[in-house]
């Protein structure tokens, strides 16, 4: 593991922010916060719960928008750029995949979980696995340096 990339205090500070909106959302409305399906109703125009779905969403865009306000490199990361396309092919394939698995890693991961789902539980463990069978034949391809990654 590179020790550079290693940030606990920033890992845990952020999970704290997403369980308290994922509960606070719970408590509020009484909804899960599965990104796919907040943004499934949403392009679907489902009448009910729009306006906050809408306000979800353009929340996820702004973000990152003010967080290169406050010149995110100081903040222990850094936004990588990449290709627009690979961009694009990437989020087709996610968006396929959260309709094929009925939930995204946040629906099922985060909200699942923590209900017990064994839905989710073995969604999730899906998600993790194919995500690490990815890395190692990428890495083994080639196509991913050992070293910086």
């Not at 920033?10 to 943004?39: H, K, P």
């Not at 985060?110 to 990428?138: E, K, M, Y």
């Amino acid at each position: 593991m590179n020790i550079i990339n290693f940030t606990p205090i920033e890992s845990f500070t952020g999970g704290v922010f997403i369980g308290l909106a994922v509960a606070i959302l719970f408590l509020l409305r009484g909804n899960f916060a599965g990104i796919s399906g907040i943004y499934y109703n949403l392009i679907t125009f489902k009448k009910s719960g729009f306006l906050w779905r809408l306000f979800f969403i353009i929340g996820l865009i702004i973000g990152p928008i003010i967080l290169k306000l406050f010149n995110y490199q100081d903040l222990g990361f850094e936004i990588p750029h990449t290709n627009i396309l690979l961009i694009i092919i990437g989020g087709l394939l996610v968006g396929y995949g959260t309709q094929l698995g009925s939930g995204c890693t946040s629906g099922h991961g985060i909200c699942g979980i923590g209900r017990l789902s064994v839905r989710s539980i073995t969604a999730t463990f899906t998600f993790i696995l194919t995500g690490i069978i990815t890395v190692l034949l990428l890495r083994f391809l080639g196509f991913i340096n050992l070293w910086k990654i």
